[in-house]
T-cell receptor
């Protein structure tokens, strides 16, 4: 069966510090991968998605970047965090680009920038 | 462009009474529709999905939803609420116009009174 791992679960970082959140998927190959952010009291915002190694699409301009160095690894990064980067970050995967059968989400990372 | 409107930001019910969460969608193509549930500080769990098969969809934990094309609705119901149903619920739409990426509603918070 497929599983998705996301870490760390919680993170407190000072403004201006770097960020690296990692997500890995097991039990499947060539998944589509996604990073979402959920700010307090708001819905989910798609930040990045990837349909293959090295292929990253950005949905919104921001202080963050994403990379996919391996087929089942997706990394969210920042060189210098802003207070506005605080939120709940969720990684997700789906099978392919065709008819969508839903995403499977990781357990999330609560990021607090202080 | 596809979009979802969740008509209630907050729903409060008594334990053992029915739950109704309302969702209207907009899509130019045959959409896929989903309901996800999120418990506090957790990832999202898929409750059920509609992908052009039966219009009445049964999901986990006693939830079901009915796809009504004429009303562009996909309301979520449960005949008898349980305390463990207290969570946030997201209605989600996907179609080929947006490359099958998911578009989330703003969410409905469900409170269950003892």
């Amino acid at each position: 069966s497929q599983t998705i791992h996301q870490w760390p679960a919680t993170l407190v970082q000072p403004v201006g510090s770097p960020l690296s959140l990692e997500c890995t998927v097991e039990g499947t190959s060539n998944p589509n991968l996604y990073w979402y952010r959920q700010a307090a009291g708001r819905g989910l915002q798609l930040l990045f998605y990837s349909v293959g190694i090295g292929q990253i699409s950005s949905e919104v301009p921001q202080n963050l970047s994403a990379s996919r160095p391996q087929d089942r690894q997706f990394i969210l990064s920042s060189k210098k965090l802003l207070l506005s980067d605080s939120g709940f970050y969720l990684c997700a995967w789906s099978r392919n680009r065709g008819r969508n059968y839903g995403y499977t989400f990781g357990s999330g990372t609560r990021l607090t920038v202080v | 462009a596809q979009s979802v409107t969740q008509l209630d930001s907050h729903v409060s019910v008594s334990e053992g009474t029915p739950v109704l969460l309302r969702c209207n969608y907009s899509s130019s193509y045959s959409p896929s529709l989903f309901w996800y549930v999120q418990h506090p500080n957790k990832g999202l769990q898929l409750l059920l999905k509609y992908t052009s098969a039966a219009t009445l969809v049964k999901g986990i934990n006693g939830f079901e939803a009915e796809f009504k094309k004429s009303e562009t609705s996909f309301h979520l119901t449960k005949p008898s609420a349980h305390m463990s149903d207290a969570a946030e619920y997201f209605c989600v739409v996907s179609d080929r116009a947006n490359d099958y990426k998911l578009s989330f509603g703003a969410g409905t918070t469900v409170t269950v009174r003892a």
